[in-house]
């Protein structure tokens, strides 16, 4: 069984910030496909625990009317893959958010979880990160808002005051308008299993599709954090698609900093590194038409 000493279930936002204001200490909840097993591994025994789970209004995504994207947190995988403003405008995010788990996991664990673990693997992170998403979060002195990149301060650790709530995923217009986008999380078996590396890249084409315009690129598990490749991005952008396809490998390996761990060794992650860049951009290129 879970060593739980107690668990508050919210009724509102608002709610859940208080009940973590009067329980220094309590863990929210979300899905728990995280949570629950750190309680079973000990990690988290005896933990208190505020649920956010079920709270309508952290569930849903929607377009506002100048074109952002706004996803509740609540989310599950399952949720981003296949809602209609998620397949019309940034499938990548969908599709990232279906390589994770096995179908079970997918209905059960939300985006806001796989975002707030500060995990370096979590599978819709990188496509975030790519997408420059914004976090829109809300505790006892209000709402602030966070773009990604100032997200991730370290392995497992997010910018995430005490007592604060994620409560909107934003993909900004400018973020996702004119890009297409190609995820490939490379792990050593294909369901059930985390990513030894994960590669996101979008790309904007010219419009005769014969050069990039701006490529984006971003990687899970190339160092402690989820993180941009600024190189490989200057270097892939502005250029015709075959110089950017030979030059993105090379120059993503100036970005990076993996590590040895029992799934990979540095120097296996940096070979993925280099050659899974090129096949994200060209399938990116591809969908968005040109001629790879
Ligand atoms: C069998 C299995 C397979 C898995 N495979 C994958 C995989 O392939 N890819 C992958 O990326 N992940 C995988 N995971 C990890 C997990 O499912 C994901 O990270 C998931 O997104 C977590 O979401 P959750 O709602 O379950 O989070 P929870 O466990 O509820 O919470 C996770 C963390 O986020 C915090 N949190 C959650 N929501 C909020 C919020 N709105 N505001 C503030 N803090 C919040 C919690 O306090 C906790 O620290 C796997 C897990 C299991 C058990």
């Known amino acids: 069984m879970f060593d739980i000493s107690s668990i508050y279930q919210a009724q509102s936002v608002a709610d859940a910030i208080r009940a973590l204001e009067q329980d220094p200490g309590a863990l929210v909840i979300a899905g728990g496909t995280d949570v629950l097993i750190k309680v079973r591994e000990g990690k988290l025994a005896g933990c208190r625990l505020v649920s956010i789970h079920g709270l309508e209004e952290l569930k849903g995504i929607s377009q506002a009317p100048n074109g952002d994207i706004e996803i509740g947190p609540l989310s599950t995988f399952r949720d981003v893959t296949y809602d209609k403003i998620i397949r019309a405008n940034v499938p990548v995010l969908g599709e990232a958010a279906d390589m994770a788990g096995g179908p079970q996991l997918r209905a059960a664990g939300t985006i806001g979880g796989n975002v707030c673990n500060g995990i370096t693997s979590a599978d819709t992170a990188s496509t975030l990160v790519a997408l420059e998403a914004v976090l829109r979060v809300r505790g006892p002195r209000g709402e602030r808002e966070v773009p990604i ?87 892939a952008s502005n250029r015709p698609v075959e110089q950017a396809l030979a030059a993105i490998g090379p120059a993503a390996l100036g970005d990076v900093s993996p590590r040895s761990s029992w799934r990979a060794s540095r120097e296996f992650r940096l070979q993925l590194v280099e050659e899974l860049s090129a096949r994200a951009l060209a399938e990116a290129m591809r969908k968005g038409g040109a001629q790879v």
């Open 149 to 235: 990149s100032r997200w991730y301060h370290g392995v497992g650790k997010v910018d995430l005051a005490p007592y604060e709530v994620l409560t909107k995923i934003v993909l900004p217009r400018k973020g996702y308008e004119g890009f297409t986008g190609h995820y490939i999380k490379y792990a050593m078996r294909s369901a059930m299993d985390i990513a030894t590396l994960g590669v996101s890249c979008l790309a904007q084409l010219s419009q005769d599709k014969r050069e990039t315009r701006q490529v984006r690129l971003a990687f899970g598990v190339a160092g402690p954090v989820p993180m941009r490749a600024p190189g490989a991005e200057a270097a």
